[in-house]
């Protein structure tokens, strides 16, 4: 079964730029999609298809995919980016089904 | 308003069943694909089940597979997952989430729209 490995943590001071990595075998031959999650709230995709941004979500917000790692990339960090940040693919190689990274909890310092 | 909600969480025995509602509204329900996902306390989001738009097309993760079925009422625009056979391991937050119709047709498949999440709690 497909395995996408997410660092558990990352921290970055305001205003800096927050890199989030999500590895996985051959990851670029698939599309990437990043959620955010706050807690007590409902998960919202930031970055679908590697780099596209959904309606309302700044372009602070950018995604890269290449080799065996996917970037989510947020500059200028603040507090209100604080959260868990999940990377996910679709894996139909086999069987159809979704696939997560454990998730990345960014904290502003 | 363009939301999802989940209903019917609670605490359950194992062994015992339980059946999940998502209340969809806000927009065109059979345009999308429906989903279910859980997070376990602490751990990271799990994938567990679609069906498509006419509801003729289910898929199912390994560890629900035969014990969880999902199903929906166009009509009502409502979704829908009965748990059986229930485990400790399946205490979670279960959350629904849409897929647009269209990515049936592409490689990729994405949730663009999540409702808040019901806590499932499997304990004697």
């Known amino acids: 079964s497909y395995v996408l490995t997410q660092p558990p943590s990352v921290s970055v001071a305001p205003g800096q730029t927050a890199r989030i990595t999500c590895g996985g075998n051959?990851?670029?031959?698939?599309?990437v999609h990043w959620y955010q999650q706050k807690p007590g709230q409902a998960p919202v995709l930031v970055i679908y298809?590697?780099?596209d941004r959904p309606s309302g979500i700044p372009d602070r917000f950018s995604g890269s995919n290449s080799g065996n790692t996917a970037t989510l990339t947020i500059s200028g960090v603040d507090a209100g980016d604080e959260a868990d940040y999940s990377c996910?693919?679709?894996?139909?190689?086999?069987?159809?089904?979704?696939?997560f990274g454990g998730g990345t909890k960014l904290t502003v310092l | 308003q363009v939301q999802l909600v989940e209903s019917g969480g609670g605490l359950v025995k194992p062994g015992g069943s339980l059946r999940l509602s998502c209340a969809a509204s806000?927009?065109?329900?059979?345009?999308?694909?429906m989903n279910w996902i859980r997070q376990a306390p602490g751990k990271g989001l799990e994938w567990l089940s679609y069906?498509?738009?006419?509801?003729?097309?289910?898929y199912y993760a390994d560890s629900v597979k035969g014990r969880f079925t999902i199903s929906r009422d166009t009509a009502n625009n409502s979704l829908y997952l009965q748990m059986s056979s229930l485990r400790g391991d399946d205490t979670a937050v279960y959350f629904c989430?849409?897929?647009?119709?269209?990515?049936?047709?592409?490689?990729?498949?994405?949730?663009?729209?999540w409702g808040r999440g019901t806590l499932i709690t499997v304990s004697s």
């Open positions: 069906v498509s738009s006419t509801g003729n097309t289910l």
């Open positions: 051959n990851i670029r031959s698939k599309r």
């Open positions: 989430a849409r897929s647009p119709r269209w990515l049936v047709l592409s490689s990729s498949w994405y949730f663009d729209l």
């Open positions: 806000g927009f065109t329900f059979s345009d999308y694909y």
């Open positions: 298809d590697d780099s």
């Open positions: 996910q693919v679709w894996d139909s190689s086999s069987d159809h089904r979704g696939v």
